[in-house]
């Protein structure tokens, strides 16, 4: 085979993963390192940021999920924090049954879509949030490799620009705020958007 400098060709550059190469607006990370999975704890919020590089309107979630939550949900929702923390929108109904995996689960519609017109920077992305409350056993996420607090998916971020984040305990429905500069890092959830 001859070399580059031989042909006078360049490697073709590797073409990078887009969300609409599978359907969606956007996603929260490439579902390909998706190798792990994590059962959710009851009452907490797991938080995902959404990348904001151009013009977009946020009407339904997506969540990968690897195995649905049993006995039946007492409250679990999915909806929409702005970096400030403020709760922008959230699905109107518990959405206990639809977290079915493995796979797509979804979709989950907003109450409001929420528009964001132009490119957002780093620090104001929104974090899609997800809260499950089963019975018996919750959730299993699909996720990606790297432990939960010292996860290798938030770097060198802090607390407040987290890009995998928990927040709260024993809640039963998503509060109106949460504080981001309390969130707790964790690993890698993929959230899809429509």
Known sequence: MPSVAASGASPAPLVPYLPSDIGFLQTTLDPAVLNNSATLTAGQILLA??????GITISNLYWAV???GTGGSTGS??????????????????????????????????????A????????????????????TTQVSMSRANG?????????????????????????????????????????????GIT
Do not use: H, M
């Not at 940021?49 to 151009?54: A, E």
């Not at 909806?79 to 109904?93: E, F, K, N, T, W």
């Not at 964001?116 to 019975?135: C, D, G, I, Y």
């Not at 996860?151 to 024993?170: E, V």
């Open 77 to 114: 929702f999915t909806g929409l924090y702005s970096a400030a923390g403020v709760l922008l929108s959230q699905d109107a109904a518990d959405i206990g049954a639809g977290l079915v995996g493995p796979g797509w689960a979804g979709p989950f519609p907003l109450g409001a879509p929420q």
């Open 116 to 135: 964001f017109p132009n490119a957002l920077p780093e620090s104001a992305w929104p974090w899609a949030a997800l809260l499950t409350n089963f019975v």
């Open 49 to 54: 940021k959404i990348p904001i590089r151009q």
């Open 147 to 191: 432990a939960g607090g010292a996860g290798y998916p938030n770097g060198l971020l802090t607390a407040a620009n987290l890009r995998f984040a928990s927040a709260g305990a024993g809640l039963a429905a998503l509060p109106a705020s949460l504080t981001p500069s309390g969130f707790t890092a964790q690993f890698g959830l993929c959230c």
């Open 66 to 68: 690897n195995a649905a």
